[in-house]
């Protein structure tokens, strides 16, 4: 299994970028997918995830409203649109398959979770 994040890179205070998580190795479309991220000095979090048929997501309060979630099953990929950045979203941010649920017991404290990718990085200049 290989889940492959990109889309990371440098952006000003408000700018916008856009995660993709292109998994390969199992049948996408039965996994819940997440992202998670760590800035540095600090441990990982969970952002947001959504359901096999994107009927559920989740987002951390912090992002709520800034960032979007989605998924193209068709292509075994997911996206994290992520918008009005601010230097608090610098981290690393990593894609998760296979999370046992879609919801905030799962994201903010247990992280259950089969596979994990190599982060990309999102740096927000102040």
């Known amino acids: 299994v290989q889940l492959q994040a990109s889309g990371g890179g440098l952006v000003q205070t408000g700018g916008s970028l856009t995660l993709s998580c292109a998994v390969s190795?199992?049948?996408?479309?039965?996994?819940?997918i997440g992202w998670f991220r760590q800035a540095s000095g600090t441990e990982r979090e969970g952002v947001s995830c959504?359901?096999?048929?994107?009927?559920?997501?989740y987002y951390k309060d912090s992002v709520k409203g800034r960032f979007t979630i989605s998924r193209d099953n068709s292509k075994n990929t997911a996206f994290l649109q992520m918008n009005s950045l601010t230097p608090e979203d610098t981290a690393v941010y990593y894609c998760?398959?296979?999370?046992?649920?879609?919801?905030?017991?799962?994201?903010?404290?247990?992280?259950?979770?089969?596979?994990w990718g190599k982060g990309t990085l999102v740096t927000v200049s102040s």
């Open positions: 998760a398959a296979g999370i046992t649920s879609c919801d905030a017991d799962v994201m903010e404290t247990k992280f259950n979770t089969d596979y």
């Open positions: 190795g199992l049948t996408f479309h039965w996994h819940v």
């Open positions: 959504i359901g096999v048929e994107s009927t559920s997501t």
